[in-house]
């Protein structure tokens, strides 16, 4: 089977859109899978843009930057407006309801809209964890990295900070769960 997933994670800085980013090409490693990972931020830092994109193969990659991205994860509406029309329409997308007006994009059946920050506020009893939330519903939906693989990403990023383990696994498994 070929793997190649081109996926952008973007939103706000301080949403946690790098370290989502971070767990996806760590997750593709704990797969034995090729990865780039390919961060972009202003120097706002909190407030700022910020998106990172990740490129997920079973083959040599050849360029860090997604040409055909078959993913996205929106965390907010300058970012889903900012990627919306790089997107085929095969590309998975999900965008966070919590803070997109589902509405403005009704007319796009590729848009998957997940109340993100809701559930990372209410169920996980963190709201930082909304970027977590947001991988399990991309990796439910594309398969690539698995679960398992990014419950090991998990763990490995946060090895310094063990309290935020049980945390974060349990977003990705709220997002993966989702309906």
Do not use: C, H
């Amino acid at each position: 089977m070929k793997i190649y997933n081109e996926i952008i994670i973007a939103g706000l800085g301080g949403q946690g859109v790098l370290l989502a980013g971070t767990i996806l090409a760590q997750s593709a490693l704990e797969q034995n899978l090729k990865t780039t990972w390919f961060p972009s931020y202003g120097a706002e830092m909190r407030g700022g843009t910020a998106n990172s994109t990740v490129i997920i193969s079973d083959e040599e990659i050849g360029s860090p930057i997604a040409f055909a991205p078959s993913g996205l994860i929106a965390l907010n509406t300058l970012s889903l407006n900012k990627f919306l029309p790089r997107m085929s329409e095969n590309s998975v997308i999900i965008a966070n309801s919590s803070m997109i007006n589902a509405d403005e994009f009704k007319s796009d059946k590729r848009i998957k809209f997940i109340p993100i920050s809701e559930i990372a506020d209410k169920e996980i009893g963190n709201i930082k964890a909304a970027n977590m939330v947001a991988v399990g519903a991309l990796i439910k939906l594309t398969n690539v990295p698995d679960l398992e693989n990014v419950t090991k990403a998990v763990k490995t990023a946060f090895s310094k900070k063990p309290a935020l383990i049980d945390l974060n696994i349990k977003a990705v498994n709220a997002g993966y769960n989702y309906k």
